[in-house]
């Protein structure tokens, strides 16, 4: 399965936050390949998913704070399926600034909230990594994720 973390920005990444959300993918790249991609418009990031295409569509998971909120270990399971499903693909997606247009909305496979709490960019990034993470290892029974 491969994990595509995406975000619709309007400027670099923070260099700071960068490396915290490149620790974790590093970690995460035990388990999974994962990769990053920017994309300056809605526009853009729905034209690059069309053309993501293999034997199945990627599954669409975009970061809303009206979406479903997930603890750490309902997330584990929810990711878990998908992989012993054979999913080949998942992007998760950062949308941009003033929030997902009601048409995106609908085209995700599933809203994903990390909370009622409005997150910069940067820090969503680095809190949807770490969760991505913790999902693996609690999946594993690694003792990173100890349940509090």
Do not use: C
Request: glycine share 6%.
């Amino acid at each position: 399965m491969k994990l595509l973390l995406t975000a619709i920005v309007n400027r670099s990444p923070d260099k700071s936050f960068a490396a915290l959300t490149d620790l974790y993918q590093s970690r995460i790249a035990a388990y999974s390949a994962v990769e990053s991609v920017f994309f300056r418009s809605e526009k853009n990031f729905f034209d690059w998913i069309d053309k993501q295409r293999s034997r199945m569509i990627p599954l669409s998971v975009f970061l809303d704070s009206r979406g479903k909120p997930f603890s750490s270990e309902q997330f584990a399971d929810w990711l878990g399926k998908q992989r012993d499903q054979g999913q080949q693909a998942i992007v998760f997606t950062i949308g941009p600034a003033d929030g997902w247009s009601e048409e995106a909305r609908k085209r995700a496979n599933l809203l994903l909230s990390l909370g009622p709490m409005t997150l910069p960019h940067e820090l969503a990034r680095v809190v949807l990594s770490e969760q991505i993470y913790r999902a693996f290892t609690i999946l594993s029974g690694h003792p990173y994720h100890t349940g509090h």
